[in-house]
């Protein structure tokens, strides 16, 4: 095995949405994208008081991707245009393909309107390629204890496979593209070696605490790029750590993009605009009275 080199650190951006606090390391400064991943938005961590008015997201299209989105406080009801509805709770999944067009909403469900409470949300969108854009719509939300728990570090720490195979375990959601998804805990001092095959994109965020990353020290709030020169990610935590990781094959294909559209060309991104303005997102859910 030989270890990855880190290329870059990138810094989330805070970019707040009303009164969600928010970050986003990519797209930004530097880095459009790390192919397939395009978008990754971090809500929170934040307290929301009784009588909220819960997360902001009412609904909206897409088509040409795919939404990842990790409950790691609080919960999230989701309503599509596709007949699928959730309420997902702390340490749940939901993997949304748009694929050929639907509008949903997220947001937050009455009772956390009501009461209030800590929220922090990842919200992941990962690229399809040209011969899979136009795929049927689908869905599917599991909860913490659908997610297969890995222990890493001798018990120092913790992998939540939400996608892929490692370990001789498999995710719950089978990707369209495979991609390898997880959430990875580590306690301070603990070491391990992530894969990542030669040839795939390495996707590694850290959500919480300090990390030393092929010998480079990254703080919290960043994304790490690292180099095509190895097959492992090898990691130490100086503290308590949350981190986002995942691999995938890279598409190599033009990316278009326009608001919540991620297609090939423009010409794409107009018959997109066109489909949802003639309703052809409608499909057969209801969106009417969503988070009431």
Known sequence: MKMRSVAAQRPAI??????????RPVPGPGVEQVDPFLFLNHHGPQVYRPGNGGLPFGPHPHRGFETVTFILTGNLAHHDTGGHESVIEAGGVQWMTAGSGLIHAEVSPPSFKRTGGALEILQLWVNLPGRLKMTPPRYTGVQADEIPVISLADGGGRMNLVSGSFAGVSG???SLTGVFMSTVDLQAGATVELPAPAGRSV?????DGTVDVAGTVVERWRLVEMQDDGDVVGITARSDVRLLFGHADPIGEPVVSHGPFVMNTREEISVAISDYQAGKFNGTGKLLGVGD
Do not use: G, H
């Open 203 to 207: 996707f590694l965020y850290v959500v």
């Open 172 to 174: 719950p959601i089978s």
């Open 14 to 23: 805070r970019d707040d949405i009303a009164d969600l606090t928010t970050r």
